[in-house]
């Protein structure tokens, strides 16, 4: 029995990936990370020229043009796109790079945990001169 083929010499390589762990979230946030980045375009695009526009304006007109719904809504849409792809960008290096079970799982919630916290932020700055 110990001179016996092993099993996996009749295998296609298929089969012999079969049963190697879950592969159920992996396409989800990669379609995520791709509408995100083409989400992003055209709102970093809109927000790059909106500066130029604002530039030398006063406080006051900032202010206004920041009050403006539209204006508002497409801040908040930035923020929250930009900020949830880069916690999944990063997420990506974390679980690539970092071998360490304790050390990734560690890492995992400080990455999500700032994003969070950075997104808050963020998100109550515009609320906070917009309303």
Known sequence: MANAPHIDVFRSPLGRARGRGSAKHGVGEWLATRIEAVALVPLTIWFVFSVIHLAGATHEQVVAWMQSPWVMALMLALIGTTFHHLQLGLQNVIED??????????????????CV??????????LKIGL
Not at 98 to 112: M, R
Not at 117 to 126: D, E, G, Y
């Open 97 to 114: 790079y970092i071998h360490d079970d304790a050390v990734k799982w560690a890492v995992s919630i400080a990455n999500k945990a700032i």
């Open 117 to 126: 916290l950075l997104a808050l932020a963020c998100i109550v700055s515009v």
